[in-house]
T-cell receptor, first 113, second 111 residues
Framework: DAGVTQSPTHLIKTRGQHVTLRCSPI?????VSWYQQVLGQGPQFIFQ???????GRGNFPDRFSARQFPNYSSELNVNALLLGDSALYLC????????????FGPGTRLLVL | DAKTTQPTSMDCAEGRAANLPCNHS???????VYWYRQIHSQGPQYIIH???NNETNEMASLIITEDRKSSTLILPHATLRDTAVYYC????????????FGDGTTLTVKP
């Protein structure tokens, strides 16, 4: 079975642009979480979605938004990109919201110039 | 979620046990201890978790002190492929999907 997949794998944008990152969870998983990992640091929680509703949000500005589709895939959108948004964006899925384990995808590496 | 403290880096000889410590002195009674690892350029991988009892699976063992203020992840026979950043996370379980990671311990397994 395929694991969590993310697209694109790499992306280069300029300041002020917006970006959309995509995530497909493991088949049957209904919960998707997004994380930002800046170089040299651990992942930081951005959003959790379960059954197409936002179930949690980390300490990120309103420029960050996300949604989950009926097939449980998810998009992360970032508007008005800043240099500091350069990071690895990770998606993780779990079977249900209140599950003890989550499985991460390989991430999308975003570079903002 | 309670804060965790881990050493920045550790070395281990191949074939020997790797013991990775984690301090979580402010842990609450309903908070779980999770361990993940991240091999370079990959997403984090779940290893093990526990509440108060010691736990073992095919990857590792988790030893939690009786007062729950610290824990140790044990990789019984480290291989070169175990070289990674290891994260100890404490959170109110079981929703792992809102985890907050610290900076972790970089474990280097040497031949």
């Amino acid at each position: 079975d395929a694991g969590v997949t993310q697209s694109p794998t790499h992306l280069i944008k300029t300041r002020g642009q917006h970006v959309t990152l995509r995530c497909s969870p493991i088949s049957g998983h209904k919960s998707v979480s997004w994380y930002q990992q800046v170089l040299g640091q651990g992942p930081q929680f951005i959003f959790q979605y379960y059954e197409k509703e936002e179930r949690g949000r980390g300490n990120f500005p309103d420029r960050f938004s996300a949604r989950q589709f009926p097939n449980y895939s998810s998009e992360l959108n970032v508007n008005a990109l800043l240099l500091g948004d350069s990071a690895l964006y990770l998606c993780a899925s779990s079977l249900v919201r209140d599950q003890e384990t989550q499985y991460f995808g390989p991430g999308t590496r975003l570079l903002v110039l | 979620d309670a804060k965790t403290t881990q050493p920045t880096s550790m070395d281990c000889a191949e074939g020997r046990a790797a013991n990775l410590p984690c301090n979580h002195s402010t842990i609450s009674g309903n908070e779980y201890v999770y361990w993940y690892r991240q091999i370079h350029s990959q997403g984090p991988q779940y290893i093990i978790h526990g509440l108060k009892n010691n736990e073992t699976n095919e990857m590792a063992s988790l030893i939690i002190t009786e007062d729950r203020k610290s824990s140790t992840l044990i990789l019984p026979h480290a291989t070169l492929r175990d070289t990674a950043v290891y994260y100890c996370i404490v959170r109110v379980g079981p929703n792992a999907g809102k985890s907050t990671f610290g900076d972790g311990t970089t474990l280097t397994v040497k031949p």
